[in-house]
């Protein structure tokens, strides 16, 4: 029994580890359509959301059929119980490129991020691709050293989206209100994705370990 | 063995009323410090986010070990997995009263909202408030025709951040940049806020019905 239980749980890890493919996929694709004004992969991203969101469903179904089944407990039930969670913060940095996607698409055949600030979205999506990048390989062999390291990663994230905030408030924005605003919810769509990857390190670290990360 | 279950899940079920109650109120609370400038009343919607932190940390730990305990399967433990995601949701409900209240304390003690979008923050707070009440009845009641009905809810939601995005590009916008992305955000928060409270809505209904809501 605890065989086939080990087998499930390790097939089901693997499906996190693809949506954590997917989702990273999802931001790059995301990125390049926001600063190339390229609406047919804006409309790539939007339409993957959808498989990202089958997965998940998909997933909570089995994870769910798997505890129903074997009937688990201590670290194996907290192990499912976080896939559950896990695979919920995917879904949701899923829908977060689905929204650049989309301020893509707005603004399209426009571009919505002015020159000023190309920059610091590359900037972002450069360290959030390197976030997902170590997601997966703690997801994958439950790595905590690298699970502490992504706290400090969502940091740089956190100061490139104050930096993208200071241009918006300094002499040099002459792009008015509406680009602010696009500017502002961008800037909120990834920092929310680091914050979530950070969230799934965390759920790691504590199956792992059975302790939350010291420094939250 | 069943009746202690249905004990434990009943009780649970008073502790998601409880945090649906304690998230109308940081709501409330915040966003009356947001258009009074009321420092005091932001501190206390700051501080309160950690009890409803707390709670649900409580929360998930009776719920897994509820879990363990009793083993549920099929419809018992869809319930019980439904309790995990729908304390998360409050959670998140919470930390954006929290942000709210914390815009507010950012501008004191001048007023974060400008006077032209007063009447729509009270407009959104007023619907907000009424989502989450019916939320309780939904909770408590397990009331699915009320499920249904916060999807339309949460549509007036969206009209009225429509609204507020839809002042700040016009020409009566003279608050400049800063106050720009101040109200983006404070807008994002409510919209969130009542996305979550559908999700919540839509748990329930698919927990009594084993259907998803059909408009989704």
Redesign the interface.
Known sequence: MRDIFHDELEAINETLLRMSGLVKEALTDATKALLTSDLQLAEKVIAADDVIDQIHHDLDNRT?NL??RQ?P??SD??NL?ST??MS?DLERMGDLAHHIAKTARMRFPNCAVPEVLTSIIIDLDKTAASIVEKLSTIIQYKDVNRALELDKDDDEMDALHRKL?AV??GDE?TYG??S??DM??LG?YYERFGDHAVSIANRVYFTVTGEYIPSL
């Open positions: 769910i505890m129903a009937q407990v201590a039930l907290r119980v559950l969670r919920a905030i918006l408030l924005w209100i509406e602010a605003i502002t919810l909120r």
